[in-house]
């Protein structure tokens, strides 16, 4: 049960904050083509979703997707500069989604791209120190040196 639970847990660390880039990736080609295909195809935009609760609620389950897939690599490692990274991006985004209606169109792209940028930087980089743990013999060698 143990074995079990251990590759379980190894299975989460190795996917989680791949998972968690791709969502950032997502919100960040979001950011980025929205304006471009509002432009090309003005026609569309009644058929888009554009109320502050929509925003709100990708950016609440980005934010919740994030924290969850960050959370068992920093548990290893314990690198505090991603706790930061990751703290600034989701901070950026939860502004984006409650102060977008009164930020102009061009600090709240600047902003939503940073924060989704910040977010899927965090997750490569827990990645792949997680990766570098596993390739440790010892685990809590891992942690003690802070790998």
Not at 52 to 61: E, M, N, S, Y
Not at 77 to 105: D, K, N
Not at 122 to 133: E, G, K, V
């Amino acid at each position: 049960m143990g074995t079990l639970l251990h590759s379980s847990q190894t299975h989460l660390r190795r996917y989680a904050d791949l998972a968690g880039a791709a969502a950032s990736g997502v919100c960040l080609i979001h950011c980025l083509l929205t304006p471009v295909v509002i432009s090309l195809f003005p026609d569309i935009i009644p058929y888009l979703p554009g109320d502050a609760w929509f925003h709100r609620a990708l950016a609440i389950g980005i934010v919740m997707l994030g924290a969850a897939a960050f959370a068992p690599g920093y548990r290893i490692h314990r690198r505090h500069s991603l706790l930061a990274l990751i703290g600034a991006g989701i901070s950026l985004i939860l502004i984006v989604a409650w102060a977008g209606e009164t930020l102009s169109h061009s600090l709240e792209l600047i902003l939503s791209v940073t924060g989704s940028a910040m977010l899927v930087a965090a997750h490569l980089l827990n990645h792949s120190f997680c990766r570098q743990c596993r390739s440790c013999k010892d685990l809590t060698r891992c942690q003690a040196t802070n790998l």
